[in-house]
């Protein structure tokens, strides 16, 4: 007869099973005023966040090409000189 060696199952749960995980009126208020407070004070530096995000999917998508174009702009730039 075989025996067959199998790996101890690990159930794994995510999920809070207590009252614990509820937020309270009080988090809630305090998060409400950090979201509308924090876009304002920070509204630059958002803005460079999403022009880099724009230009990493740019960059990431043609990544060759990219490195193709900067490789023949060094070399014009040292042939130049």
Known sequence: MHKSTSTPRQDW???SRSDASKSSGTDLL???E???ACPQV???VMALHGVATA???FV???FVTTLV???LLFGFGY???
Do not use: E, N, P
Request: charge should be positive; glycine fraction near 8%; hydrophobic fraction near 50%.
């Open 69 to 71: 174009v900067v490789a």
């Open 34 to 36: 950090h979201l509308s």
């Open 30 to 32: 305090v998060l409400g």
């Open 79 to 81: 042939w130049a000189l």
């Open 55 to 57: 230009i990493d999917g």
């Open 42 to 44: 920070h509204r630059h």
């Open 13 to 15: 749960c995510t999920a």
């Open 60 to 62: 990431a998508t043609r």
